[in-house]
């Protein structure tokens, strides 16, 4: 009996790391939206891309404090003035993590839509997020014409997309734990 799980161990397949698992989803399977994704293949893949963006935002945002024109900041009363000057410096981190979120964009949504497929969901949960998205980027694009409210208001569509969006998004979480379904078994033909 040793001797059979002994060669049963020795033949199995090594199953990838959680940061090989990170590699592979943005390297070979960058935008193949087609098979399936296990937990582990997509839980490495999101745990590494959600400490990486914490990195860099956290080291963009100290370099772009650093950055910033204190002494001329601190000389002026005039809310607007600060907000200009501020806002000029956080604008070049802002497009820059703009790119970044870009071409990471496809290799989160396809290991989405193959992690949805494995555990036997409809892929459309996934593509009605991506819609949900598109939506909200051409409502900015087009009717908020590329703007930030400073204030931190938000119109109702705006809202009704955040909110929307959010929940959309924990029930998609919800459903990538699930484990994966067994295919079913063809019969043979007779």
């Not at 497929?117 to 991506?130: E, K, L, S, V």
Request: overall charge positive.
């Amino acid at each position: 009996m040793t001797c059979a799980m002994n060669r049963k161990m020795m033949n199995a397949p090594i199953r990838p790391s959680l940061w090989q698992n990170f590699i592979l989803c943005l390297t070979k399977k960058y935008a193949d939206f087609s098979g399936k994704s296990s937990r582990r293949e997509f839980w490495g893949f999101n745990l590494f891309l959600f400490l990486g963006a914490l990195f860099f935002s956290f080291a963009g945002t100290i370099l772009t404090l650093a950055s910033l024109p204190w002494k001329e900041l601190l000389a002026t009363d005039n809310q607007e003035v600060f907000h200009a000057i501020a806002q000029e410096h956080f604008m070049y981190f802002i497009i820059t993590m703009q790119v970044v979120f870009l071409a990471i964009y496809l290799p989160f949504w396809s290991a989405i839509i193959r992690r949805l497929r494995d555990a036997g969901f409809h892929t459309a949960w996934g593509y009605g997020y991506i819609a949900l998205g598109i939506a909200g980027l051409i409502k900015w694009m087009v009717f908020d014409r590329f703007r930030y409210s400073m204030d931190g208001s938000m119109d109702t569509t705006t809202l009704f997309l955040a909110v929307v969006g959010n929940v959309w998004f924990l029930l998609i979480v919800i459903l990538a734990c699930f484990p994966s379904r067994p295919e079913p078994e063809k019969l043979p033909e007779q």
